[in-house]
């Protein structure tokens, strides 16, 4: 068994408290992905947050450090000045203070205590759960089901069900799949169901970074066996390129490069370079709604840029860069390698913004906390 694995044995009778929390993780894996359903302005997942924080702050299972509190604190006091005292032209921006300050600490916050909580037992569901998830989530877009789904313009050939967007369904099924590989022996049967719901996912979703993300996990989670990595990502690679390889070359390579990511990318290099304290919440929205020139998904009704970490720094400079390294590349939290997938993700494409990644973060950076404290103790 791999000695980084993070152990799966059971404990003792759980407490009344505890079995609540754990039929609520569960409630919250099933509401999740509800992001059509509107109560007023939240979502369900808003609402399951709510009450369980209600009853973290009750059982008393709130779990922060001091790097955590400083560099969020911080962030936000930068963007906060950012947003109050710059005159750039905003869209959305109490929407986006309330989300960083409020909504995403929340779901971090959550994660933090699951992660603790999970951390020497058995995760609640298994892959008999992840893969009737996507079977459902298939099922409910191809019957287009009333409330639950709705049709969206972009890439309609792709699975999204119940999600506004593929790759939040992609991020979802990947996160649920990466627990779960974390807590096998990395055997031949693991590895398949591991892989499998990855491909499976990145066919439906057509979101190709999922393979990388899984990619990087296999590569930094399982020891050993050198010459199964390199037949994996051999594998892997031939059936990147024999899939989405279409997309990285002739014309839709250079309008990525031109006209849109590679433009975006430029375009916040520049903003960042012009000030390097950031520009505070729903700029990026209003500024390029204004642009002389058109930068391919970017503009009315995107918030942010493609990256996590481009968009920190456009909205709050070094304070937004420091905000990316301690929770989504776990600097300073003895989770580097845990989340280093979501990092790598997370430099093309905007995870930040999404109450499921915070949930999920929360959960590893809890994980690489106590597995510290366990080779500590030994």
């Known amino acids: 068994m791999n000695t980084s694995t993070i ?4 404990t003792p009778q759980e407490s009344a408290s505890d079995v609540w929390l754990s039929r609520l993780f569960m409630i919250g894996l099933l509401v999740l992905p509800l ?14 947050a709510i009450l369980v924080i209600g009853v973290m702050v009750y059982v008393g ?17 930068i963007a906060l000045v950012d947003t109050i005292f710059s005159h750039y032209f905003r869209i959305k921006a109490l929407e986006q203070i309330i989300k ?20 020497n037992k058995s995760l609640p569901y298994g892959y008999v759960f992840v893969f009737i998830f996507i079977a459902v989530q298939f099922l409910i877009q191809f ?13 309609q ?33 693991s590895l398949a169901k591991f892989f499998g719901a990855s491909i ?50 002739g014309d839709l390579l250079r309008v990525r490069l031109q006209d849109e990511r590679g433009l975006a990318f430029e375009q916040g290099i520049k903003l960042i370079g012009e000030n390097w304290t950031g520009y505070g919440f729903g700029f990026v929205e209003g500024y ?67 109450e499921i990644v915070y949930l999920f973060v929360g959960f590893l950076v809890s994980w690489g906390l106590e597995r510290r404290k366990a080779a500590i103790a030994k």
């Open 143 to 155: 019957f287009r089901v009333p409330v639950v789904y709705e049709a969206v313009g972009f890439m």
């Open 35 to 48: 992001q059509f359903i509107q109560v007023g302005m939240a979502q369900p997942a808003h609402l399951w």
């Open 288 to 354: 390029f709604s204004q642009l002389w020139f058109t930068v391919m998904g970017l503009g009315l009704g995107t918030n942010s840029f493609f990256s996590s970490p481009l968009d920190f720094m456009v909205i709050a400079g070094f304070a937004g860069l420091a905000f990316w390294l301690v929770f989504f590349a776990g600097a300073g939290l003895s989770s580097v390698f845990l989340l280093a997938p979501v990092a790598a993700w997370s430099l093309v494409n905007p995870l930040h913004q999404s």
């Open 61 to 77: 299972a709130l779990r922060v450090n001091g790097l955590e509190i400083g560099v969020f604190l911080f962030f936000i006091a």
């Open 100 to 119: 960083f300050v409020a909504v995403y600490p929340a779901f971090y916050l959550i994660g933090r205590m699951y992660g603790a909580k999970y951390f």
């Open 157 to 189: 050939n792709a699975i999204h069900g119940t999600f506004k967007e593929r790759n939040w369904f992609a991020v979802y099924v990947f996160f649920l799949v990466y627990l779960l590989f974390l807590r096998s022996d990395f055997n031949l049967p």
């Open 7 to 10: 152990p799966a044995f059971a």
């Open 200 to 249: 499976l996912i990145a066919l439906l979703s057509e979101s190709k970074t999922v393979l990388i993300a899984c990619g990087i996990a296999f590569m930094l989670q399982h020891r050993g066996h050198y010459w199964l990595k390199i037949l994996a990502i051999t594998a892997g690679a031939a059936f990147y390129m024999q899939h989405f390889g279409w997309e990285l070359s």
